[in-house]
């Protein structure tokens, strides 16, 4: 089993930056990949970002592609996702998730990240 907590999302103007961390818990979250994805009420839960279990392949949506960096340490049992040159559009719920495509079998609570113009 594997809990994820998400932080470091805000407030924050147009062309500044966030980091946002995931904690998990559980012994096996070195063998997962992992991901984050965003939600805007109006739209479809999306893609941002994933990372192989290792850290050696990271993959982005075109939407972030040079502005967001996904990072991990796994004796650390975190996740991060680097935002910068936020634009107002990247407003939204931000979650991590075990697992790049297929499957997610565990998601955190989510945690609200809000750009303004």
């Known amino acids: 089993q594997v809990q994820l907590v998400e932080s470091g999302g805000g407030l924050v103007q147009a062309g500044g930056s966030l980091r946002l961390s995931c904690a998990a818990s559980?012994?096996?979250?070195?063998?997962?990949?992992m991901a984050w994805f965003r939600q805007d009420p109006m739209k479809e839960r999306e893609f941002v970002a994933g990372?192989?279990?290792?850290?050696?392949?990271?993959f982005y949506a075109d939407s972030v592609k040079g502005r967001f960096t996904i990072s991990r340490d796994n004796a650390q049992k975190t996740v991060y996702l680097q935002m910068n040159s936020l634009k107002p559009e990247d407003t939204a719920v931000y979650f991590c998730?075990?697992?790049?495509?297929?499957?997610?079998?565990?998601w955190g609570q989510g945690t609200q990240v809000t750009v303004s113009s």
């Open positions: 559980g012994r096996t979250f070195s063998t997962y990949d």
């Open positions: 990372i192989s279990w290792s850290g050696g392949r990271t």
């Open positions: 998730t075990t697992g790049i495509g297929g499957s997610h079998d565990y």
